[in-house]
């Protein structure tokens, strides 16, 4: 009896002690829920539910249009042209800047002396002022003072308006958004190099991979995996969410050419005061970023190796 009493007693206080340790974990993760809570789940409920209204600014009052909203999506032909102008944006930032990034991240890497100062260099951008960066682009690419076309013009071609028309105005906002990004992508793709064991690149040597680009396919690429998959994802949900520059450089313009999805939703909300239809935009911007989330991992994650 004594033996099954103190069996009892064990169990019971291996139960209390689960308890506690389940309360104290609770306790210790109740901020984070709270702020999730508070800061995500919360305005996204939100701007579910005014995308469904006709909600705006300085109106008391506000009615339920169903989807009348995104029916009106449909055939607005500046969010039309915002969404394209925001795919060609991305699909020239995001794999140029991926390419860029690892082609650095290597050739500082192998580099022995100047690592520091390289990494510094091209990490500059990720951490400067956009705001204070936009002025040097801007004089950058001015059609008469600049010093691009001011180079284009000792080979004797003639310099566009780089930001001031419309053929051009996407590609040089591209050209920014690339700057911006390769110095992040680089961090990364370093962190992935320098966690490949050295040894790995010893044996493939041994077995046959003499060049530096054999070593590069059969050890260093299938390694970079799990960091390529992030990259790419970091890479697109950022190039998709393109706001700052197009602002401050644009305005959207000229003619809309330069116009893109944040850019819209801001103008709907803010300037024209249209909360209701700058929510359905939000919800058609959150659930692109969604799929194309869900389409990386879908295509990339079954060919990612984990080591």
């Given at each position: 009896m004594s033996s099954v009493a103190l069996a009892g007693n064990v169990a019971s206080a291996a139960a209390l002690r689960a308890r506690s340790e389940d309360r104290t974990a609770w306790l210790l993760v109740a901020p984070a829920i709270v702020l999730l809570l508070l800061f995500v789940l919360l305005p996204v409920a939100a701007v579910i539910f005014l995308g469904f209204t006709d909600f705006e600014l300085g109106y008391g009052k506000f009615r339920f249009v169903g989807f009348e909203n995104y029916a009106h999506l449909l055939n607005d032909r500046t969010f039309r042209r915002s969404l394209w102008n925001t795919s060609v944006y991305t699909a020239i930032v995001a794999p140029v800047s991926i390419m860029l990034g690892l082609g650095v991240a290597l050739l500082i890497e192998g580099e022995?002396?100047?690592?520091?100062?390289?990494?510094?260099v091209y990490f500059l951008p990720v951490a400067s002022l956009i705001v204070a960066m936009a002025t040097v682009w801007q004089y950058i690419f001015h059609p008469t003072i600049g010093p691009l076309n001011a180079l284009l013009s000792l080979a004797g071609i003639p310099g566009p308006n780089w930001l001031?028309?419309?053929?051009?105005?996407?590609?040089?906002?591209?050209?920014?958004?690339?700057?911006?990004?390769?110095?992040f992508n680089m961090v990364l793709f370093l962190a992935g190099l320098t966690a490949i064991?050295?040894?790995l690149y010893a044996a493939a040597h041994v077995d046959g991979a003499k060049s530096a680009l054999d070593r590069f396919f059969l050890v260093t690429w299938p390694m970079l995996g799990p960091t390529t998959l992030f990259v790419v994802t970091i890479s697109i949900t950022n190039a998709v969410k393109v706001f700052e520059t197009v602002k401050m450089l644009t305005d959207g313009g000229p003619n809309k050419a330069s116009e893109v999805l944040l850019f819209t939703i801001y103008q709907e909300g803010f300037v024209y005061l249209r909360v209701g239809y700058a929510s359905a935009m939000?919800?058609?911007?959150?659930?692109?970023l969604v799929v194309l989330m869900l389409l990386q991992y879908r295509v990339l994650d079954r060919r990612v190796h984990y080591a």
């Open positions: 022995g002396r100047a690592r520091g100062f390289f990494r510094t001031g028309a419309s053929s051009t105005v996407l590609y040089s906002l591209s050209i920014i958004g690339i700057w911006q990004s390769v110095g064991p050295r040894e939000t919800v058609v911007f959150l659930a692109i």
